[in-house]
């Protein structure tokens, strides 16, 4: 898959057929949508194109800073990437180009840019300046500019919307299970190894502080997960706390990891953990002893499910 990172800087060696949205998640859903484009591209000897925005439009259009996403940007890539597109084009999205309007998206992007034969679009999308462009609208300019439009059926584009919603509640109600059903793979988060307090490492269980730096991505509800990583090619699996460490008065988020069976410098070394299930709540404690006394129950929880799963 090939990564483009702005329409303009875009020139197919063939017609395409091109998708368009956000895709947070790539869920199942999306993946089933993907996958037929993908298809039907190869079969008519054309390329696949799926055509994505960032920064999210509510971000620049609404300066929604409280919108959390599934997947950070680079996370979607990764994930669109396994579905076998040919083209994934990430384009700026900024008020200049939110004021393009309907024809002129169709004529400058869609046919004179992306050379698009034909167009999978979502049910009831809107597209151009204040949204003005519709299915109507598509369905004449493709004519015009002799290209072809389908439509997702609104039962499916259903499916795909809850799914989305679906997940985003589940990650923040601890129902790890059906976040990851949904999502077709496990959730993960991303980022640097920093320096922490060390308190772990004193009471026999070292952690692994990582600082996700998006702002906008999902973290999920505060409690302890059972985890796995991949370290310099080798699958280590742990227990991790999302929280604010109540029992020392923590005054700020952390996302912690305790890695089973391994000790090595992760300092400034970046992680992705996934998320593999929701073992409790977080708690504080009356003291150390007692907090200790818990992560001991909790490392023998996550061992045996790590031996029953």
């Known amino acids: 898959m090939e990564i ?48 994505t925005f ?6 620049v259009l609404q300066k929604d800073a409280s919108i959390k996403l599934i997947n ?6 990764k994930h669109l990437e396994k579905l076998g597109l040919d083209y994934l084009i990430i384009h700026p999205f900024s ?40 299915i109507e609208q598509l369905t004449e300019y493709s004519h015009m500019y002799d290209f072809t439009v389908e439509e ?15 997940i985003r509640r589940a990650l923040m109600g601890g129902e790890l299970k059906t976040a990851n059903k949904y999502l077709g793979y496990n959730f993960s988060l991303t980022g640097k190894v920093v320096n922490g307090k060390q308190l772990g490492g004193k009471i026999g269980f ?6 996700v730096s998006e702002e906008y991505k999902l973290i999920p509800k505060t409690g302890v997960y059972v985890v796995k990583s991949v370290i310099d090619e080798n699958t280590v699996f742990g227990m991790m706390n999302i929280g604010n460490r109540p029992t020392v ?8 990891v305790h890695f089973f069976n391994f000790n090595r410098d992760l300092y400034n070394k970046e992680l992705t953990i996934e998320l593999l299930y929701f073992l409790r709540d977080e708690q504080k404690f009356d003291s150390i002893n007692d907090l200790t006394n818990q992560l001991h129950k909790d490392k023998e929880s996550s061992l045996n499910y790590l031996k029953n799963n």
Do not use: W
């Open 4 to 51: 483009t990172h702005s329409i303009f800087d875009f020139n197919p060696s063939q017609k395409t057929i091109v998708t368009i949205g956000t895709f947070d998640g790539v869920h199942v859903g999306h993946q089933q949508i993907i996958k037929e484009l993908v298809e039907e591209a190869k079969s008519s000897n054309k390329k696949s194109v799926l055509l």
């Open 95 to 134: 008020k200049e180009f939110s004021r393009l309007t309907a024809l002129d998206f169709v004529r400058d992007v869609l046919v004179n840019q992306l050379d698009t034969s034909k167009l999978i679009i979502g049910y009831d999308h809107h597209f151009g300046k204040n949204r003005e462009g519709n």
């Open 249 to 256: 008065d923590g005054d700020h988020q952390t996302i912690e």
């Open 72 to 77: 950070t940007i680079d996370e979607r890539a």
């Open 54 to 59: 960032f920064p999210h439009p509510r971000m």
């Open 206 to 211: 070292p952690t692994a502080n990582i600082d």
């Open 152 to 166: 997702i059926p609104a039962q499916d584009i259903d499916e795909v919307s809850v799914s989305s919603t679906k």
